[in-house]
């Protein structure tokens, strides 16, 4: 497939590039089973963090404190006894460790596999989140060097590829978004008019998944590498 000069891949960056959301659900599994050790209802628990979180991230965003906030507002919500509250909110602190300091993973073959697709195209790093969280992590990957620009928005609307479209003048026919939510990566993508690659990933956080839509504008492959064959 023959793609002219200054055709451009846009690249999401948390369960593309590297592991991600896996770490925050060991992190929520093991707040249930302590939430249910301390005699709070397991059910009622879930679904108040399911809550918690919903209200956090619509003021806040999304990202690693804001998660850890979530729990202990779900903690404290069940109105703990006070005289154990402070050594149990410590407790979350020592459970949510691996969240703050996030240490990086890549998924296999990605990082070989940019260093011939900047070659090839534009490339640039398309982020949602808290942005000194994502650069904290963006820095631990290395991979800065790979990417003509890093973008990180709050959300990854259809307005926000427009605008990321517009910035950078990508060619709309020739440039695509890289990514595994169908919400944030591929649907926008497509409805702001580029096309989209879509790799799932076992551990997407649920939050990000929905109906992906039918377009031809879309290929689903099985890892980042296989990019390689398309483009």
Known sequence: MHHPRGSALLIDADDTLWENNVCFEQVRAQFLQWMEAL???????????????????RNNGCGGENFVASLKDTYLSFRPDPATRDHALSQIDAMAETVRKHPIHLLDGVRDSLEILRRKHRTILFTKGNPTEQN?????????????AIEIVREKSVSAFQGVIARHRLPKQYTWMVGNSPKSDINPAVAAGIGAFYIPHAWTWKREREELCVSTQVTVLKRFSDLLEHL
């Open 39 to 57: 005699g709070f209802p397991g059910g009622e628990v879930e679904e108040t963090f399911a809550e918690m979180e919903h209200e956090n991230i």
């Open 136 to 148: 904290r992590k963006i820095e631990a990957s290395e991979l800065a060097g790979c990417f003509e």
